[in-house]
């Protein structure tokens, strides 16, 4: 049986820095793409970032550019999101997911292949 756990989240200030993990078990990252998704009150849940197979890729979406970090550790079965400069619209909801893919699969920041989801974490940014 599969899990894809995730931890980290919390309640911080705005300005403040959170790294979020998801750990899986029962499958390997190996050979996956991952990303992350999150999901606030009353709106749809939205792309992240995402990091390829083999790393060469990692898309963040537009509102973490610059301030959100993507990585993945293989041996440890697990992937980061590292968050900077946190701010009041970033409180949501936050996922993992994965999919088992090509080598040279551009990773996609739509919901829609991920095959292996996380809980979701809450993240809460608020002065």
């Known amino acids: 049986q599969w899990r894809f756990v995730g931890s980290g989240g919390g309640l911080v200030q705005p300005g403040e820095s959170l790294r979020l993990s998801c750990t899986a078990s029962?499958?390997?990252?190996?050979?996956?793409?991952i990303a992350w998704f999150r999901q606030a009150p009353g709106k749809p849940r939205e792309g992240v970032g995402c990091i390829s197979r083999n790393s060469d890729q990692t898309n963040p979406a537009e509102a973490g550019q610059g301030r959100f970090t993507i990585s993945r550790d293989n041996a440890r079965n697990a992937a980061y999101l590292d968050m900077d400069s946190l701010e009041p619209d970033d409180t949501a909801l936050y996922f993992c997911a994965a999919v088992s893919t090509g080598p040279n699969w551009p990773c996609s920041l739509s919901p829609a292949p991920y095959d292996f989801w996380g809980q979701g974490i809450q993240v809460t940014v608020s002065s």
């Open positions: 029962g499958f390997s990252l190996d050979y996956c793409a």
